[in-house]
């Protein structure tokens, strides 16, 4: 097997799904709904797959590529391309996941779904993000309430007097 071949599946996020059921339109589908994720289907045999898994020294999962095979490949963050197959699956009930093959490690279909749930990689940033931030904003706070309470303090005693409460440098 060409060296470009095997690397078809160490190099990439891969999800193996049947489609055995999968009209041509369905299939053209497909790929259009795949493309702004940077994904694309592809139809493989399954010895060819199973030599290039064999060959990047991944675990033998023979028992799991039987009937109709395609896969799906992308470099990008595969939780949107695993929520695309698994909607696209839900809406026609064809393409049923079969495995996935992500950073050398074999996901089951039951995993890639858990998976498909879970928000993009966009998101959880900005989650975390927003996570590390919130204690520093809290420092702030605490670090400026002596002077605001003082503040505060002097406005109101100036209020009380009769005084508009002046600003001083």
Do not use: C, H, W
């Not at 053209?28 to 010895?47: F, H, I, M």
């Amino acid at each position: 097997m060409r060296p470009e071949k095997a690397s078809i599946v160490s190099d990439l996020a891969v999800l193996v799904t049947d489609y055995q059921r999968m009209k041509v339109d369905q299939f053209g589908d497909l790929r259009n709904r795949l493309a702004p994720a940077g994904a694309e289907v592809r139809v493989v045999k399954n010895s060819f797959l199973k030599r290039a898994m064999s060959d990047s020294g991944l675990p033998d999962v023979a028992d799991k590529l039987s009937g109709q095979t395609a896969i799906v490949m992308g470099q990008k963050d595969v939780a949107p391309v695993a929520k695309i197959l698994k909607t696209f699956a839900a809406e026609f009930k064809v393409a049923a996941l079969k495995i996935g093959v992500i950073d050398k490690s074999i996901l089951s279909a039951q995993e890639i779904e858990a998976l498909a749930d879970l928000p993009s990689r966009e998101v959880l940033l900005a989650q975390l993000l927003g996570l590390l931030m919130s204690p520093a904003t809290k420092l702030v706070r605490l670090l400026n309430e002596p002077g605001a309470s003082l503040a505060r303090l002097l406005n109101a005693k100036a209020q009380k007097e009769g005084k508009p409460a002046e600003a001083s440098a």
